[in-house]
């Protein structure tokens, strides 16, 4: 008498989720000594501005024989800065034959200078997904907690809840935050130098438009916890109270 095999079980289903991931792109510039003495500057005025933050170094602004070139990633490493990947230089120039050349990312928008959350916090992976309206801007409906990242590459953000110490939002266009904003606000992604961040109560780590940043410690006292509105004018970010 035959007896028939076991049934084989079901192949495992493999789960997968997208997620995206802000990248601050380092850019130095000759000459290297000045532009180390420049970064120190930044990093004592806002400790912990690198910190955790994935950089992508561009070394589009340099020439293979800049002096310093050699040991550049050395000392950004000892800065705590974190290179995830290497653009506009080539692994044959003999300054950075000693390099750690890590895989440069293809296809990413550029971004402007932000930082992670200081403070930890875990990303809800299940959040109530952002709904687009029809011109393109995104509207979140809840509050964006620690830890979170809520981005729109395609035109306009608007939180109608807060965003907490630790949060980052992101947006090509214009940012608008119903509530306190206490996290990280980057507007004007991919070079929209008319984009603005409105908000209800200002108490942000940082702001940025196109590229341009503001830390908390350089915003005008009368400014914090109220309404305003953030753009840039001559290349420098302005914070304005809202009527």
Known sequence: MSTSA???????????RGRSFL??????????????????????????????KPVILDLGLLEPDDEGLAGLQAALRERGVRIIGVEGG???????????WPATFEGGRASGEVDLPEDGGETRDDAVPPKAARSGAVVYEESVRSGQTVVNMEGDLVILGSVASGAEIAAAGSIHVYGNLRGRAVAGIGGAATARIFVRRMNAELIAIDGYYMMAEEMAADMIGAPVQAMLDDERIVIRKLA
Do not use: K
């Open 6 to 16: 076991p049934d084989s079980p079901a192949p495992m289903r493999i789960r997968a």
């Open 90 to 100: 080539n692994p044959d120039w003999p300054a950075l034959a000693g390099w750690d």
């Open 23 to 52: 990248a601050l792109v380092l850019s130095p510039e000759r000459p290297l000594a000045r532009w180390i003495e420049a970064l120190d500057d930044q990093i004592a005025r806002s400790a912990g501005f690198f910190m955790g």
